[in-house]
Nanobody
């Protein structure tokens, strides 16, 4: 089992920045890929960004150029730096890790953290 704890969410004005963190504990040796998803009210959960164990990243088009994902493998932590935030970025953000190269395969979820961007 892997436990995930997210932090760093909150309320920010449009154009502002936030940095999300997700710390993993437990069977961390199983972790290969790490990522962030989000779910806005009435919408499906979507992948925002992901990073593999060798640092390959991918982003949804909606956040390219504004968000940056990184990881500190020594601390078993993944980060999401969010800049130039827009009201449409408002959502609950979930951390996910997987033993697969593709973070969408299996894995573990955090409980989620709310990000609210005011206009």
């Amino acid at each position: 089992q892997v436990q995930l704890v997210e932090s760093g969410g909150g309320l920010v004005q449009a154009g502002g920045s936030l940095r999300l963190s997700c710390a993993a504990s437990g069977s961390v040796f199983r972790i290969n890929s790490m990522g962030w998803y989000r779910q806005a009210p009435g919408n499906q959960r979507e992948l925002v960004a992901a990073i593999t164990s060798i640092g390959i990243t991918n982003y949804t088009d909606h956040v390219k150029g504004r968000f940056s994902i990184s990881r500190d493998s020594a601390k078993n932590t993944v980060y999401l730096q969010m800049n130039s935030l827009k009201p449409e970025d408002t959502a609950v953000y979930y951390c996910k890790v997987s033993s697969a190269f593709n973070v969408a395969v299996g894995g573990y979820w955090g409980k989620g953290i709310l990000v609210t961007v005011s206009s």
